[in-house]
């Protein structure tokens, strides 16, 4: 149990993500969580919209997922993974393989989504140099794109949003292409295709790679685009010559209706990464996957090897739960489950839109998406939506939901119920 004191020393001594030392917002203490509840200490529940950022697909204190961990801990909780193997790192490197589209078959197992970010650039790095082709630098990434937040990985996040002013003089520079245009139905506008072309043709002899999110654009802003866009990419990096890499760590394992958001283009990256939802959000673990010709060209490089080896990289733990994630997720439920979230957030959400203070609403899979017309006062809001007993942490102009696949219809209703009262209110 946290006392007043243990919540002062909380806001006095530790940071949460993106807040301030001297002002923080205030947080929240959960004492449990189950299915789709999280329990604040004084026990009252709060029906999740946010699967804890995407990765908490199966719901929270999942008997199998727990029996996974308990099973391996009293086998082992770590081993290094320099010079030795083990069950729970190659079940889950079987797993990964034969879930994703057959080119990708050599996996890296690195600790965060970030880290699998920077896995991912730096393959494409040493394949040029694999292939003796000097001076490729550099990435195109794409603005309102997200890739998380170490350097590397910063800098192929959209400029504005990964605040790229802040770290200026650090970070590498890299190419931004605009973004494709909001509505996975609207029709592909041929004259961006004809703008990334003659960006990446300029570029081409200092690029890498292309880094984009297929589909969904996440955390840079819940956009949603048509899956063609992707098919054009590709041939794009095919006709110059680029490597396409993919980061599927928001919307791999099913959250857009696809197992993998580029099965909605049957577009196959060069590389790809995967994270967030990985082990059920037991805890961190993501993994690049690359093709046969990337892994093999990568180790023709000065270096003979793929230069990067983390601590905890294959954690045990961290495989063997993932697995047993996989392994739900191969019984084959969640389609069902997607279906009928995206069904009720059609019904429900989509007509938030029109409502005032709301300037765009937007649905894909288990992703329900409110843009506001204005930045959203997040304390305020979280206090309200608390009062109605759920969780959904909105940031910025953004609104959103993405709960766990396991959220029960009423549960469901709830939510966008919660969501619609606080845009109601935000009109008036
Ligand atoms: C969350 C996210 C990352 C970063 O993952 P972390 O585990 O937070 O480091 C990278 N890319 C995308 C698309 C993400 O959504």
Redesign the pocket.
């Known amino acids: 149990m946290l006392t007043p004191e243990d919540l002062a020393f909380d806001r006095e001594h530790l940071w949460h993500p993106y807040t301030s030392a001297l002002n923080p917002l205030p947080s929240y203490p959960v004492a449990r969580a189950a299915g789709c509840e999280l329990f604040l200490q004084d026990g009252r529940p709060l029906i999740d919209g946010m699967a804890s ?2 990765s908490v697909i199966h719901g929270y204190n999942h008997p199998r997922l727990n029996q996974a961990v308990f099973d391996q801990v009293a086998q082992m909780s770590h081993v290094m993974f320099g010079g030795i193997t083990h069950e729970p790192a190659v079940r889950l490197g079987q797993a990964l393989v034969r879930m994703t589209p057959e080119p990708l078959t050599t996996v890296f197992l690195a600790d ?6 920077e896995v991912a650039l730096k393959q494409a790095l040493q394949y040029w140099q694999g292939r003796g082709v000097k001076g490729r630098y550099r990435f195109a990434a794409f603005r309102y ?6 350097f590397g ?1 910063m800098s192929v996040t959209d400029p504005e949003n990964g605040m790229h002013g802040l770290f200026a003089g650090f970070l590498p520079s890299n190419v931004f292409l605009d973004a494709p245009p909001l509505g996975y139905d609207m029709p592909v506008e041929l004259s961006l295709i004809t703008r990334w072309r003659e960006q990446l043709a300029a570029h081409r002899h200092e690029l890498a790679a292309v880094i984009v ?1 297929p589909v969904v ?3 840079g802003g819940m956009r949603i685009y048509n899956p063609a866009y992707l098919a054009h990419l590709r041939s794009l990096c095919d006709e110059l010559d680029l490597l396409l890499i993919f ?5 791999g394992f099913g959250r857009t209706g696809r197992l993998f958001a580029m099965q909605h283009a049957q577009v196959i990256p060069d590389i790809l ?1 995967v ?2 939802a990985l082990t059920g959000g037991y805890m ?1 673990l ?1 993994a690049t996957l690359c093709t046969r010709a990337v892994a093999e060209t990568v180790c023709r490089s000065e270096a003979g090897v793929f230069m990067h080896g983390p601590t905890f990289m294959a954690n045990p733990l961290a495989c063997q739960v993932a697995t047993a994630s996989l392994e739900l997720l191969s019984e084959g439920r969640w389609p069902e489950q997607i279906q009928a979230m995206e069904a009720m957030m059609r019904n429900l959400l989509l007509p938030l839109a029109e409502i005032d203070s709301v300037a765009d609403t937007r649905v894909l899979g288990g992703i329900g998406v409110v843009e506001m017309r204005q930045p959203m006062r997040v304390a305020e809001v979280q206090k309200k939506l608390i009062g109605r007993g759920v969780w959904i942490r909105p940031f910025g102009k953004l609104f959103y939901i993405m709960p766990p696949y396991v959220i029960q219809p009423e549960q469901l209703r709830h939510l966008i119920d919660s969501m619609r009262a606080v845009c109601t209110e935000a009109a008036v």
Do not use: L, M, N, P
């Not at 965060?112 to 970010?117: A, D, M, Q, W």
């Not at 794109?145 to 170490?150: E, F, K, L």
């Not at 980061?247 to 919307?251: K, L, M, R, S």
């Open positions: 950022w995407w965060s989504g970030s880290v699998s970010v794109g997200y890739h998380g937040d170490t990985a999110e654009q996440g955390a980061d599927e760590i928001a919307t990464t994270g967030k961190t993501a």
